[in-house]
């Protein structure tokens, strides 16, 4: 199995969840299960070359001009990583299957996690750091929604947001940091970055690059100062903090650290900011993890200062605390799932996470108390367990590293935090499970079935396994894994049991020793810190988060009231002063083409365009004025475009125009005649003046590019040169807009439909409001003509509408050669179906409506769609076109084009797209009293008149 199809496996079945929960729970949880399950087989499918040293690639050109392609690489730390991701997450699918109440929308949850291990996975793989970018926001935004899964509590909400706040920070400044370390290589390829060291080290934007990235991955593996969002994100459901915070989201950041660090460590700066910043995570985090109650608060703090452990290793820049730090990495993962698990179950079963409203479980629930006890004594450092291992070797290392001089504040402060670490296992332990039984349990507790404990059971068996054999169990992994991190010859170490007398040796009795007389002195220490003041940093966050509340309202509030016109003002004259300043204070060239003759037509269209513009700000209170004077703005410039020989444009202005102006005089109906003044006459003087000031420096800017040769050639040689050969098609217009630049065409329509659809939803939310009972109450105006619907327009709209149709037939099939296309044949067919709506009323026209109107544009989109899609099957890019010649007795040979297909739905858009805007507005209409007539072709004033009769 491919990398990519690896990775792209579990964002397609995020698909799955959600449909399979139809079927029950069971389906839902296996079938998710069988996803990951697949992925993981396909990861070690290639596991054996990697254990050989090999590296798998796999490469994929994406965008190669910004240097973004789909590029994945599988070694030694990706598989690592990889085979957590994916092992540890199947094991928290079939837990969190026993784990989640009924109520609980299950297939709602494994979406989130397909997605978020998609992310994770594709974060390890990536040999591409934009990609990786890519998937890296994505874990923040997926965990986002794990977190707040629970959305009935206002702790879930609040830690879902605080963990995104502060992690897409970070992740911020990691684009920019990932951003800098590819232009100082010139790839942004991870293999290249990785050979070029010395470049890297030796840029003068080394270090900026550095405090930019390792600020995204302290933010994301939860170090100090960063370290106060894990603990609140423990309010979302166990089955992710189980699997978030041991193995996948809190990992990414020591990941992306292992990842760079062949190319970042090394350097004083390396050292300090990261040797130092975990050190303080780690012994901050023990100390406060031994004086919490929550149990999962407690395995938060602990996991911070294991984080904290590992960011220690990696910043030592040695290659053999680098080989530790894997290894704890490891290790951390199993002891840590399993203890996370574990805390469910208690509070599943007992239904409360209080330590001090437990104890004495060990007889209740044997099962969860020997897996809590192996995994919490491997958590403490004890002998024959995975984490005596790991905790040895990073004690060797830290008596090994000099610290501004000083050989012995790493080894005493690494022995401190491993003192607190002892104790708040043990606490766990002791008063959790230890002492006599109660009798105020919320719940009664027992352990749960099956089901629930083999996940953290099978963990606390690798602990064990591991502990005792772990050259056997983890040695090739960590050898190659850690060859992957240090990027050379791996130095000495030893995985044993027994590494004889050393001063580690002395240093782990002393941390076990001094935890265990921390925790017999847990009830007075535990009192004086209750007691003491001490800086909360949930309560800093909220204050910080709070001014910077309060700031962006009052500068939104100061800024942004309402007032169009101020916005506008504002907007003219910081353009036009910034493009004066650059205008006159750059060394713009002269005229270098002479003007064209003016003739006596265009300076008459040029004053009928001033007057007629003129006017419409004049009289623009009278609606219905204005919108007439639009109209005849927008014809003189369908004139113009047909002087300066547009046909295709003139054909569009003018079909928008008519369209336009029918859909606001629709609108108009339900509006005042007339708007209010708002502006006093100082603010009108101020406001034409930035007006004409803003418009002549427009103006004047376009007639200087009028006037003046382009620095580059224009791209319309090449247009005129490819139109025929490369889109089949003589129109160059038509051929750019459906196959040059056919993608924009492609989202313009999207846009379309979507504004179509917004009238529609828009109307239809206020048909069912206060606003719209008011409409359909609204007295009618007495001053009507007396015939609804006259004759001569029924005649004459039936008549066109046959002849509408077949124009709009014939500039649709020319438009690839000639002026038209599928625009403006839908604009010309939508113009005769608003004909009918306007003679015969709307209740007669959607009488005999037979597609409705929705249906209509999302089968234009499926058109295009269909018709891009078709050229990857020619293994061509998106939308490109082809053509070819036919010939059918006994006509003559013609052409046919893809283009047409596309064409064909960028028609059924606009037709669509018009006709719902229509029938939305006209709803009001219709609802308002109208009452049309039933025999619109034959008009009977005498039958119409006894009618009225009857109804008074």
């Known amino acids: 199995m491919s990398l990519i199809l690896i990775a792209a496996l579990l964002f397609l079945g995020a698909l799955l969840p959600g449909l399979m929960i139809r079927a029950g729970r069971d389906a839902c949880a296996w079938t998710t299960a069988s996803v990951t399950l697949t992925a993981l087989v396909g990861l070690l499918v290639h596991a054996p070359a990697v254990m050989r040293g090999e590296v798998i690639q796999y490469q994929l050109e994406w965008m190669p001009v910004l240097g973004l392609n789909a590029n ?30 009924r109520q609980d929308p299950m297939g709602q949850f494994y979406t989130y996690l397909l997605l978020f291990q998609g992310a994770m996975v594709g974060i390890v793989l990536s040999d591409n750091i934009l990609l990786l970018l890519i998937f890296w926001e994505l874990t923040s935004l997926s965990s986002f929604l794990l977190i707040g ?101 809190v990992k990414a950041g020591l990941f992306l650290m292992a990842r760079l660090w062949p190319v970042l460590a090394g350097t004083p700066e390396w050292f300090y900011i990261v040797a130092t910043t975990g050190l303080i995570t780690m012994v901050l985090g023990a100390v406060i993890a031994l004086f919490k109650d929550d149990l999962k608060a407690l395995l938060a703090f602990s996991t911070v200062s294991h984080l904290g452990l590992i960011t220690m290793l990696l910043g030592f820049g040695t290659p053999f605390a680098a080989v530790v730090a894997v290894f704890h990495i490891i ?53 024959l367990f995975n984490g005596f291992l790991s905790k040895e070797m990073m004690l060797d290392a830290a008596t090994n590293t000099v610290w501004n001089g000083n050989p012995w504040i790493l080894p005493a402060l690494a022995t401190l935090g491993a003192l607190f670490s002892v104790a708040y296992s043990f606490r766990l332990i002791v008063h ?10 919320p719940a009664k507790p027992h352990d749960p079935g099956f089901g629930m404990w083999a996940s953290p059971a099978l963990l606390a068996v690798l602990v064990v396994l591991i502990g005792i054999m772990p050259a056997l169990m983890v040695g090739p992994l960590v050898a190659v894994a850690s060859g992957a991190v240090i990027g050379g010859d791996l130095p000495y170490y030893s995985l044993k049991i027994w590494h004889g007398v050393n001063l580690p040796l002395y240093l782990s009795i002393t941390a076990v020793v001094g935890g265990l007389i921390l925790l017999a002195l847990h009830r007075p220490l535990d009192a004086a810190w209750t007691k003491a003041r001490r800086p909360e940093a949930k309560v800093i966050f909220d204050a910080i988060v709070g001014e910077i509340t309060r700031g962006a309202h009052g500068l939104t509030d100061g800024l942004h009231n309402g007032a169009m016109t101020r916005y506008a003002a504002v907007f003219i004259v910081a353009v036009t002063a910034l493009g004066a300043a650059a205008w006159f204070g750059g060394t713009a060239p002269g005229p270098t083409r002479a003007a064209m003759d003016t003739g006596v037509v265009p300076l008459i269209g040029w004053v009928l365009l001033v007057g007629a513009t003129a006017c419409m700000v004049a009289f623009h209170h009278n609606r219905l004025l204005a919108l007439v004077l639009m109209g005849i703005v927008g014809l003189i410039v369908s004139i113009a475009f047909v002087y300066m020989s547009a046909p295709d444009l003139a054909l569009t202005q003018i079909s928008v125009e008519v369209v336009t102006v029918i859909l606001l005089l629709l609108a108009l109906n339900f509006l005042p005649k007339t708007t209010p003044t708002e502006s006093s006459k100082a603010r009108q003087w101020r406001d034409g003046t930035i007006a004409v000031i803003g418009g002549l420096a427009v103006g004047g800017l376009a007639l200087a590019v009028l006037l003046s040769d382009f620095s580059q050639d224009s791209i319309s040689a090449f247009h005129l040169a490819n139109s025929k050969p490369g889109g089949g098609g003589t129109n160059v217009v038509n051929v750019i807009l459906v196959d040059f630049r ?38 009618m105006n007495p001053d009507q003509a007396g015939d609804r619907h006259p004759l001569m327009m029924v005649i004459a709209t039936r008549v066109m509408m046959p002849i509408a149709l077949m124009v709009g037939v014939f500039i649709f099939l020319r438009g690839h050669n000639e002026p038209g296309g599928g625009f403006i044949a839908g604009l010309v067919v939508a113009i005769a179906l608003v004909m009918q709506h306007m003679a015969s009323g709307f209740d007669w026209a959607s009488a005999r409506q037979r597609f409705p109107y929705h249906t209509i544009i999302a089968l234009g989109i499926f058109a295009a769609a269909l018709t891009g899609i078709g050229s990857w099957l020619a293994g061509r890019p998106f939308l490109t076109s082809n053509y070819g010649y036919f010939q059918i007795p006994p006509m003559n040979k013609f052409e046919l084009a893809t283009a047409m297909a596309f064409d064909v739905g960028v028609f059924l858009c606009v037709v669509g797209a018009v006709m719902l805007a229509l029938e939305s507005l006209s709803r009001f209409a219709h609802r308002a009293g109208e009452r049309p007539s039933p025999y619109p072709m034959d008009i009977d004033p005498s039958r119409d008149s006894a009618q009225i009769a009857k109804d008074a």
């Open 72 to 101: 994945f690489f599988l070694d030694g730390l990706g598989l690592l990583f990889a085979g957590l991701i994916l092992g540890i997450g199947l094991l928290i699918i079939i837990y969190a299957r026993f784990y989640l109440a």
């Open 149 to 249: 899964y629970w959305k009935h509590l206002p702790e879930g909400r609040q830690g879902a947001r605080m963990a995104l706040a502060v992690t897409g920070m970070g992740g911020l400044a990691l684009i920019g940091g990932m951003l800098i370390l590819g232009n100082i290589v010139g790839s942004y390829d991870l293999t290249v970055i990785l050979e070029n060291k010395d470049l890297v080290q030796a840029s003068p934007h080394y270090l900026l690059a550095l405090i930019l990235i390792l600020l995204g991955c302290f933010t994301k593996s939860a170090q100090f100062p960063f370290h106060f969002w894990l603990p609140h994100a423990m309010a979302a459901p166990t089955p992710v903090s189980a699997y978030l915070h041991s193995a996948t989201m």
């Open 331 to 383: 290790n951390h993962a199993t002891f840590k799932a399993a203890l996370f698990m574990s805390a469910g179950i208690v509070d599943h079963e007992t239904h409360t996470r209080d330590i001090k409203r437990l104890g004495g479980l060990r007889h209740l629930m044997p099962v969860t108390f020997v897996i809590v006890t192996v995994a919490a004594l491997s958590m403490a450092g004890i002998p």
């Open 432 to 441: 959790t499970f230890l002492g006599p039984k109660r009798t105020d349990y």
């Open 742 to 779: 056919g993608f924009d065409t492609f989202g313009e329509i999207i846009v379309l439909g979507i504004a179509a659809l917004v009238i529609f939803a828009m109307t239809e939310s206020v048909l069912t409001s206060p606003v719209g009972a008011r409409l359909r109450q609204r007295p």
